[in-house]
């Protein structure tokens, strides 16, 4: 069964950084490419960015570009969010997903979505 | 940037045919997808690359896209389809949500 199970979510200041991580079980994990989607409290998703099976390619929503990294350890099976500079408009559950098909293919397809962690930028 | 709109909501008796549009700049030229998200959890993908069922979809949920528009639709509307749907396409290396959809079974 495919588990993801994300963690790192927190209230955090503006301006401040946070790391969000994701761990995963149940498929290859080395094999899939990798997503952050992130939803603010009562409206809807937004995607925030991509990373290819060896961590070798992202790409990121210009909402966040230059200030969140994603990366991956597949050895460790974990997925990673570095985020900095933090703003208000960045408050949101950020969800963990798996795309549908092994390897690197565009378009990708968000498959399945883990439970999501919070975080919360304020003063 | 690229948009995809979608109306805000959507009410279908039971047992009738639910459809949700989504609609963006030659839309049909990309592959579409459609999320289904129940309250209080994380989202399903229940359509991909237009018209495609990810296993354990009911047969029930189906796909479109042509010119402008994709369509979501679900034949035999059950309660349990009572959600908000988001469809999703991708421009420039970058996916773009629509708004979302309230469907409301009554």
């Known amino acids: 069964e495919v588990q993801l199970v994300e963690s790192g979510g927190g209230l955090v200041q503006p301006g401040g950084s946070l790391r969000l991580s994701c761990s995963a079980s149940g498929f290859i994990f080395s094999s899939y490419a990798m997503h952050w989607v992130r939803q603010a409290p009562g409206k809807g998703l937004e995607y925030v960015s991509t990373?290819?099976?060896?961590?070798?390619?992202?790409y990121y929503a210009d909402s966040v570009k230059g200030r969140f990294t994603m990366s991956r350890g597949n050895s460790k099976n974990t997925l990673y969010l570095q985020m900095s500079s933090l703003r208000a408009e960045d408050t949101a559950v950020y969800y963990c997903v798996k795309d549908l098909r092994s390897g690197t293919y565009f378009p990708y397809y968000f498959d399945y979505w883990g439970q999501g962690t919070l975080v919360t930028v304020s003063s | 940037s690229y948009e995809l709109t979608q109306p805000p909501s959507v009410s279908v008796s039971p047992g009738q045919t639910a459809s949700i549009t989504c609609s963006g700049d030659k839309l049909g030229d990309k592959y579409a997808c459609w999320f289904q998200q129940k309250p209080g959890q994380s989202p399903v993908l229940v359509i991909y690359q237009d018209n495609k069922r990810p296993s354990g979809i009911p047969e029930r949920f189906s796909g479109s896209n042509s010119g402008n528009t994709a369509t979501l639709t679900i034949s035999g509307t059950q309660s349990m389809d009572e959600a908000d749907y988001y469809c999703q396409a991708w421009d420039s290396s970058a996916a773009i949500f629509g708004g979302g959809t309230k469907l409301t079974v009554l």
């Open positions: 990373i290819s099976t060896n961590g070798g390619t992202t």
